[in-house]
């Protein structure tokens, strides 16, 4: 298909590119403005995690964009949770130990370049770096620009604008001033420091696993890198960052609630980087709708921007532009039809997995070391191997499966009500044999 309607991408990142490459795909002119500089000529910019995990929403839409064993030869698999408890012992937690399914971990920078690169072999689509939206008028599809390395404005016009430019959209700022569009952000009261394991200590972790040190109202979790390096992040409320004001109190912190990490990371790179910049805002975005009028559209964390608990931030958003590219199949390009279709689609969705985010940081904080927690993932796991079609667990269905995140919800939902039947059934026919057994 070909088509002279020109479909304008506010920002970067990695949900820009990938949008742009499956509209490319379906023969739109594209252009992608991103305010940042070419990350192939600046580098890394510090204040985004380095890691992500790649999962089979995020594989399915690489896949289709042909990327996908690019991106996997490069990444790390991780098979499971790698626990560190309090007591010091370690236990770990595979995802899946029926089918073997691991998730990925990846180089932001690296996906980056690779997807950057990949835009590169169409030609109906151009990348504009260093400009920076700064007026919408959406109704009319009419947009203005300032290239910030010479001060100049330019006029932009297009059929359809697609904002996909983080949780703090400029594009979703303008939106927003359309009547009948709600918006909600959330932050929490925790935030998190980001620190390195070198590769001359990587190797001590075991490896292939997503290291977790649950500590009740915080954590800690370590993700591999492929040259050996692990990246840690620490997540814990404001206020105790803020009691950690100097290298004493810091190092006591760490030897007592983490003593097993601080050779591996060495305690002057640890007070170094710790004290480097401050902790990072953790929140999250639900938007009542997805478009606006017939021109605009949000996509990833623009329109659902979440809590990185669930490692499914990138996941959906990579989603997000495959789902939408099947919406505009359906609609035969109609595209007024289309950013309907998929508003609706995709918001429960989209609202639903930010709060299996939020949720999840309970569990990796603290439930995975609760009792309660290792019988229902025993109960899981034997259920999931004698009906596979049937019983799939919550983290799998989210994970490994293209099942709605609302679905997986109500998933969830019907499993618990069934364990507690069957405890009820259990516990009173217990009851009566015993009870007869007295009376016998």
């Known amino acids: ?179 009948m569009f709600d918006y909600n952000q959330t932050y929490i009261n925790h935030g998190y420091v980001e620190l390195t394991i070198t590769p001359e200590y990587g190797h001590l972790l075991a490896p292939n696993y997503l290291h977790i040190w649950p500590r009740s109202d915080f954590m800690m979790i370590a993700l591999p890198n492929s040259d050996h390096s692990w990246t840690v992040t620490l997540f814990m409320p404001f206020k105790q960052f803020e009691q950690l004001d100097h290298r004493d109190q810091l190092m006591s912190f760490f030897n007592k609630l983490f003593p097993d990490i601080v050779p591996l990371i060495g305690e002057e790179q640890l007070v170094e980087h710790f004290f480097k910049i401050k902790p990072s805002a953790l929140m999250y975005v639900k938007c009542s709708k997805f478009h606006t009028d017939a021109k605009s559209l949000l996509l990833g964390d623009a329109a659902h921007a979440m809590l990185p608990f669930y490692g499914q931030g990138m996941n959906a958003g990579f989603e997000d532009c495959a789902i939408f590219n099947s919406v505009l199949e359906y609609c035969n390009d109609n595209i007024s039809m289309a950013l309907e279709a998929y508003t609706e689609r995709r918001r429960n969705d989209a609202h639903a997995i930010c709060e299996l985010a939020l949720y999840n940081y309970v569990e990796m904080r603290d439930l995975v070391i609760r009792p309660s927690f290792r019988i229902r993932k025993f109960v899981d796991n034997i259920l999931f191997n004698l009906f596979p079609e049937y019983w799939i667990p919550l983290y799998n269905s989210i994970t490994f499966t293209e099942m709605g995140y609302k679905n997986c919800i109500s998933n969830r939902s019907w499993q618990d009500k069934f364990i507690l039947c069957a405890f009820v059934i259990i516990s009173t026919v217990v009851a009566l044999v015993a009870a007869i057994y007295v009376r016998l």
């Open 1 to 179: 298909m070909t088509t002279d309607r020109k479909i304008v991408i506010v920002g970067g990142g990695l949900v820009g590119p990938v949008c742009a490459l499956y509209m490319s795909k379906r023969g739109y002119n594209v252009t992608l403005y991103e305010c940042r500089s070419d990350p192939r000529e600046c580098g890394y910019t510090r204040g985004r995690s380095i890691n992500l995990a790649v999962s089979n929403r995020a594989r399915k839409a690489l896949r289709e964009l042909g990327l996908e064993e690019d991106i996997l030869k490069v990444s790390v698999p991780m098979r499971g949770r790698y626990l560190h408890q309090p007591n010091g012992k370690h236990v770990p937690i595979f995802y899946d130990p029926k089918n073997k399914e691991c998730i990925y971990s990846v180089s932001r920078n690296y996906l980056n370049r690779r997807l950057l690169d990949a835009m590169g072999e169409y030609n109906n689509l151009q990348i504009k770096f260093d400009h920076k939206l700064v007026d919408a008028k959406i109704e009319s599809g009419q947009l203005k620009f300032l290239q910030t390395k010479t001060n100049v404005t330019i006029d932009v016009r297009a059929d359809l604008i697609i904002g996909a430019d983080g949780a703090y959209s400029t594009m979703r700022r303008y939106m927003m001033q359309k009547p």
